[in-house]
T-cell receptor, first 109, second 113 residues
Framework: KNEVEQSPQNLTAQEGEFITINCSYSVGISALHWLQQHPGGGIVSLFMLSSGKKKHGRLIATINIQEKHSSLHITASHPRDSAVYICAVRLNTRSKLTFGTGTRLTIIP | GAGVSQTPSNKVTEKGKYVELRCDPISGHTALYWYRQSLGQGPEFLIY????????DSGLPNDRFFAVRPEGSVSTLKIQRTERGDSAVYLCASGEGRDTEAFFGQGTRLTVV
């Protein structure tokens, strides 16, 4: 079992829909990152969380430490949001990030 | 520069050859990470530098892989006797410290033929 699980693996939605991507992890962490990767592109850091909730524009990220779960929400989705969204955690005892396999999001106009 | 820069962006090499991949982190960032991403997979950790020293190299798959950061800024990932299975996107990230936000480069796509 992977230490970081994401769902769904693939998500297709109509423009304007509210999007939720989930991330669950199985070990203690010091921080959780949400990252965005466009095809052929590098990775962009969206959020780093250790508790609570963060908002940036149409993106919202929440984390529940007790339940070892985080969600990334996109409001009023747009085709330019189409990308792979990756959840990554920094374990309490390690410096590296451990990544989920990503959620491929496609927003149809 | 403003972001993490990786060169080359693409590298095609023959099996058995030696390659070097370069990462220029954001100025002042002491933490530097190398990750490898195979097609359809999430990135996998290779090595972490804090300053000039490799604080964690547990992700290097074997002794053909080596990385240096001699002056605490630019890092070079070196792969000897490349194999087709080494083909992947090699990502570099830097941060202000160990538990801070990581900023990623665009990656180097390595293809071993």
């Amino acid at each position: 079992k992977n230490e970081v699980e994401q769902s769904p693996q693939n998500l297709t939605a109509q423009e304007g829909e509210f999007i939720t991507i989930n991330c669950s992890y199985s070990v203690g962490i010091s921080a959780l990152h949400w990252l965005q990767q466009h095809p052929g592109g590098g990775i962009v850091s969206l959020f780093m969380l250790s508790s609570g909730k963060k908002k940036h524009g149409r993106l919202i990220a929440t984390i529940n430490i007790q339940e070892k779960h985080s969600s990334l929400h996109i409001t009023a989705s747009h085709p330019r949001d189409s990308a792979v969204y990756i959840c990554a955690v920094r374990l309490n005892t390690r410096s590296k990030l451990t990544f989920g396999t990503g959620t491929r999001l496609t927003i149809i106009p | 520069g403003a972001g993490v820069s990786q060169t080359p962006s693409n590298k095609v090499t023959e099996k058995g050859k030696y390659v070097e991949l370069r990462c220029d982190p954001i100025s002042g960032h002491t933490a530097l990470y190398w990750y490898r991403q195979s097609l359809g997979q999430g990135p996998e950790f290779l090595i972490y530098f804090q300053g000039t020293g490799a604080a964690d190299d547990s992700g290097l798959p074997n002794d053909r892989f080596f990385a240096v950061r001699p002056e605490g800024s630019v890092s070079t990932l070196k792969i000897q006797r490349t194999e087709r299975g080494d083909s992947a996107v090699y990502l570099c990230a830097s941060g202000e410290g160990r538990d801070t936000e990581a900023f990623f480069g665009q990656g180097t796509r390595l293809t071993v033929v």
